[in-house]
């Protein structure tokens, strides 16, 4: 759920980005794009074992 919540924050981010500095700037909303990445890596490396695991 970590996971989810950081993705949806990165991409909230990068669409505020894109809305107030336009889609020419890709360097703009990379970061917040890369933060939805990490967290949502996070998530699954967390969850896909825990899944395997507890069955």
Do not use: C, H, N, Y
């Not at 890709?26 to 825990?50: C, K, M, Y």
């Amino acid at each position: 759920m970590i996971g989810l919540l950081g993705t949806l924050s990165g991409m909230i981010g990068a669409f505020q980005a894109i809305g107030t500095k336009g889609m020419g700037r890709p360097e703009a909303f990379a970061e917040d794009i890369g933060e939805a990445l990490i967290t949502a890596a996070s998530g699954l490396v967390i969850g896909i074992p825990s899944m395997v695991f507890s069955s």
